[in-house]
């Protein structure tokens, strides 16, 4: 978080215009201070207030934070930390809340010595919440007063004051998201949830509620509450849920080098992926980096050394290499760094140099003992490696066959596609379709011009519990990646170079409305979250949205994606006479539309609804796959009617 006042240097009537136009500045264009105004924006705006009650329980004065969704959809954070100071501000001329309120990024310019380091991606400060709000409600409690102000759309509407007496102490911040700004103003319980639940397990020690409020008349508030003693352990154990254990505990470390305190957990189970999870001051770094280098090399290297010493790999005829280490490994790091530098894609890859190397000596140090004292665990890691290092070489001949196999016939593009012929892949779309029938209506109902279609024969191998090597073999999934242009099971490094390969930018989905059409959804989904996550992070899969329902009466027809569409419709057709001369044709299959319905209802740019896939929480997500697609069968059906929960899907 910067701790930059706006206009410091300037006079002080010019640095009042100055703190005007920047609050004006985030209504202007909030997009640029809190990502977008959909969902993520609306949820972000939680998060950066809560940030705040982190940082406060960060360096040592706040050990509860309550949030509370209430029934208009307004927030409340209460925290019990020291309170945000209220007495004058020298500099400012102004109560200190009122600038912590009003000015951008005020943040943390009154306790110098304070350890901030949260903060969001954006790390705008609480001052983006009060201009983004149409009512905010600081109330402080201090030296044994309650102190309040309030504000609309960023302006405060009067002085900071004093409104009773108070035995308390901390921070309240109440606000209703300007609906203006936002084109979504309804809370997701879950989302916040995740995201708190993983706060909680970021930073061991903190308690934090969730209260939702949004409940029928005269029924109990519900209430979740998130605490971990444990930290990462307690993490990497709640993500490894549904996986079989190698080791009985995590491995854990925690430290300190060269004023970066680093802490990781991980954990070997009996798959094959790698889930390795990253934060840099409480932000997920999907991209990774130097934190992440720094841990991968000191795996490899103690694990090596360990494995050379005791003579492990005396019968080892091939290289073993840095991803046999990490194979079949869930893990989470965070570190919190003063000044990060974040770059790469979507901003989210630290670049710190120095980083590298503290995380690489605490994990060196921790690591080396541990083998020493757990000879047992040591030797069951050692033999995973090799293990996997055995799959790998047989996985990378089967690979190699196809891609010979690939590029000896004609375009190379499988045959059962039926491609576009437009080729700039940002115009272009393929369907994933259900069944050789559905996948026939399509092509028919398509515009060729920019719709590729391809065919899937019902359900696809299901990645999390496969053998790598079985994967590239599974004629399907070599279909589904040859077609998109891309290469599967490319280390994460060469993510941009094999999406800049990628022949649509928009692949979606389609199966039929049913528990089966569900099932095969999450198979596809699953294997790009572990094959391509890419596709994932960068936005590119999408749902159809095929109708539930044909209603219809004489020549009046109509499309239904809901209940209430569907009684809607009736209604209106029956024109107050009897409902019961409506026809209601419920849709389970795609098979069941012509090439027409199907274009116009589920294809059609300008009619159809598409849902797109985004990983709010890769954490989150991991935890779900596994548990979806893993050996324990109760949880998975639950999941797979509650559809999609695993992924946010935004409209
Ligand atoms: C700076 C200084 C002090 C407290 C805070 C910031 C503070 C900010 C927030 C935001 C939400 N909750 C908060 N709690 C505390 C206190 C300095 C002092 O008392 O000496």
């Given at each position: 978080?910067?701790?930059?006042?706006?206009?410091?240097?300037?006079?002080y009537?010019a640095e009042?215009?100055?703190?005007?136009?920047?609050?004006?500045?985030?209504?202007?264009?909030?997009?640029?201070y809190?990502?977008?105004?959909?969902?993520r924006?609306?949820?972000?705006?939680?998060?950066e207030?809560?940030?705040?009650?982190?940082?406060?329980?960060?360096?040592?004065?706040?050990?509860?934070?309550?949030?509370?969704?209430h029934?208009?959809n307004?927030?409340?954070?209460?925290?019990?930390?020291?309170g945000?100071?209220?007495?004058?501000?020298?500099?400012?001329?102004r109560?200190?809340?009122?600038?912590?309120?009003?000015?951008?990024?005020a943040?943390?310019?009154?306790?110098?010595?304070?350890?901030?380091v949260?903060?969001?991606?954006?790390?705008?400060?609480?001052?983006c919440?009060?201009?983004?709000?149409?009512?905010?409600?600081a109330?402080?409690?201090?030296?044994g007063k309650?102190?309040?102000?309030?504000?609309?759309?960023?302006?405060?509407?009067?002085?900071?004051?004093?409104?009773g007496?108070?035995?308390?102490?901390?921070?309240?911040?109440?606000?209703m998201?300007?609906?203006s700004?936002?084109?979504?103003?309804?809370?997701k319980?879950?989302?916040?949830?995740?995201?708190m639940?993983?706060?909680?397990?970021?930073?061991?020690?903190?308690?934090?509620?969730?209260?939702?409020?949004?409940?029928?008349?005269?029924?109990?508030?519900?209430?979740?509450?998130?605490?971990?003693?444990?930290?990462?352990?307690?993490?990497v154990?709640?993500?490894d849920?549904?996986?079989?254990k190698?080791?009985p505990?995590?491995?854990?470390v925690?430290?300190?080098?060269?004023?970066?305190p680093?802490?990781?957990?991980?954990?070997?189970?009996?798959?094959?992926?790698?889930?390795?999870?990253?934060?840099?001051?409480?932000i997920?770094?999907?991209?990774?980096?130097?934190?992440?280098?720094?841990?991968?090399?000191?795996?490899?290297?103690?694990?090596?050394?360990y494995?050379?010493?005791e003579?492990?790999?005396?019968?080892?005829?091939?290289?073993i290499?840095?991803?046999?280490?990490r194979e079949?490994?869930?893990?989470?790091?965070?570190?919190?760094?003063?000044?990060?530098?974040?770059?790469?894609?979507?901003?989210t890859?630290l670049?710190?140099?120095?980083?590298m190397?503290?995380?690489?000596?605490?994990?060196?140090?921790?690591?080396?003992?541990?083998?020493?004292e757990?000879?047992?665990?040591?030797?069951?890691?050692?033999?995973?490696?090799?293990?996997?290092?055995?799959a790998?070489?047989?996985?990378?001949k089967a690979?190699?066959?196809?891609?010979r196999k690939?590029a000896?016939s004609?375009?190379?593009?499988?045959?059962?596609?039926?491609?576009?012929?437009?080729?700039?892949?940002?115009?272009?779309?393929?369907?994933?379709v259900?069944?050789?029938?559905?996948?026939?209506?399509?092509?028919?109902?398509?515009?060729?011009?920019y719709?590729?279609?391809?065919?899937?024969?019902?359900?696809?191998?299901n990645?999390?519990?496969?053998?790598?090597?079985?994967?590239?073999?599974?004629?399907?999934i070599?279909?589904?990646?040859?077609?998109?242009?891309?290469?599967i099971?490319?280390?994460?490094?060469?993510?941009?170079?094999?999406?800049?390969?990628?022949?649509?930018?928009?692949?979606?989905?389609m199966?039929?409305?049913?528990?089966?059409?569900?099932?095969?959804?999450?198979?596809?989904?699953?294997l790009?979250?572990?094959?391509m996550?890419?596709?994932?992070?960068?936005?590119?899969?999408?749902?159809?949205?095929?109708?539930?329902?044909?209603?219809?009466?004489?020549?009046?027809?109509?499309?239904?994606w809901?209940?209430?569409?569907?009684?809607?419709?009736?209604?209106?057709?029956?024109?107050?006479?009897?409902?019961d001369?409506?026809?209601i044709?419920?849709?389970?299959?795609?098979?069941?539309?012509n090439a027409?319905?199907?274009?116009?209802?589920?294809?059609n740019?300008?009619?159809?609804?598409?849902?797109?896939?985004?990983l709010?929480?890769?954490?989150?997500?991991?935890?779900?796959?596994?548990?979806?697609?893993?050996?324990?069968?109760?949880p998975?059906?639950?999941?797979?009617?509650?559809?999609?929960?695993?992924a946010?899907?935004?409209?």
């Open positions: 978080m910067s701790t930059e006042i706006a206009g410091d240097k300037s006079n009537s009042n215009i100055q703190v005007l136009e920047g609050l004006e500045a985030v209504r202007k264009r909030p997009a640029m809190i990502g977008d105004v959909g969902f924006g609306l949820h972000h705006l939680v998060y207030v809560v940030d705040n009650s982190i940082d406060e329980a960060l360096a040592g004065y706040c050990k509860n934070i309550d949030v509370i969704i029934k208009n307004s927030i409340t954070v209460t925290d019990d930390g020291r945000i100071p209220t007495g004058i501000h020298a500099k400012e001329g109560s200190a809340l009122e600038v912590v309120m009003t000015v951008l990024h943040g943390g310019k009154f306790d110098k010595d304070t350890y901030k949260s903060g969001g991606l954006h790390g705008v400060g609480v001052s919440v009060n201009a983004l709000s149409t009512t905010l409600i109330s402080v409690h201090r030296d309650e102190y309040r102000q309030e504000y609309s759309c960023g302006k405060p509407l009067y002085d900071v004051k004093e409104v007496l108070s035995d308390k102490r901390g921070t309240i911040i109440h606000f998201p300007d609906a700004i936002f084109i979504h103003t309804e809370y319980f879950d989302t916040l949830a995740a995201r639940r993983e706060l909680a397990y970021l930073n061991r020690g903190i308690r934090i509620s969730l209260t939702d409020e949004r409940v029928e008349e005269g029924a109990q508030v519900l209430t979740e509450n998130y605490y971990s003693e444990g930290g990462l352990r307690e993490f154990t709640y993500l849920g549904t996986r079989e190698l080791i505990e995590p491995i854990y925690e430290g300190e080098k060269g004023g970066v680093v802490e990781l957990a991980f954990q070997y189970n009996t798959g094959y992926a790698e889930n390795l999870h990253s934060y840099v001051n409480n997920n770094t999907i991209e990774g980096g130097t934190h992440v280098a720094g841990f991968r090399r000191a795996l490899t290297r103690v694990l090596k050394s494995a050379d010493k003579g492990l790999l005396k019968n080892v005829k091939f290289e290499s840095g991803e046999d280490f079949g490994m869930t893990g989470v790091i965070s570190v919190k760094v003063q000044e990060p530098q974040f770059e790469g894609q979507t901003k890859k670049g710190n140099n120095e980083v190397g503290a995380v690489d000596q605490c994990v060196g140090d921790v690591l080396g003992n541990y083998l020493e757990h000879p047992k665990e040591a030797r069951t890691i050692v033999n995973k490696v090799i293990l996997a290092a055995t790998r070489h047989a996985a990378r690979r190699e066959m196809v891609q690939g000896m004609g375009s190379g593009l499988p045959g059962k596609l039926s491609d576009c012929s437009e080729t700039d892949p940002s115009l272009c779309e393929v369907y994933l259900e069944g050789d029938s559905a996948g026939g209506t399509a092509k028919q109902g398509r515009n060729r011009a719709q590729a279609i391809l065919p899937l024969r019902g359900k696809i191998l990645v999390e519990k496969a053998l790598e090597h079985k994967i590239y073999e599974n004629e399907e070599k279909n589904i990646f040859t077609a998109l242009g891309v290469t099971g490319t280390p994460e490094d060469d993510k941009a170079l094999n999406l800049a390969k990628l022949r649509y930018h928009k692949v979606i989905i199966t039929d409305a049913d528990v089966d059409g569900s099932h095969i959804r999450t198979l596809i989904l699953t790009f979250f572990r094959y996550k890419a596709l994932l992070e960068f936005g590119y899969i999408y749902i159809a949205q095929p109708p539930l329902y044909l209603v219809k009466k004489g020549k009046d027809e109509e499309y239904c809901t209940e209430a569409q569907r009684e809607d419709a009736v209604m209106r057709m029956a024109k107050g006479g009897n409902p001369s409506v026809g044709q419920r849709y389970k299959g795609l098979g069941e539309m027409e319905q199907l274009w116009s209802t589920t294809m740019p300008e009619t159809r609804t598409l849902k797109q896939v985004t709010e929480s890769a954490a989150e997500a991991d935890h779900i796959f596994s548990m979806l697609m893993g050996d324990e069968v109760p998975r059906r639950e999941f797979i009617e509650a559809n999609a929960k695993y946010k899907i935004d409209a």
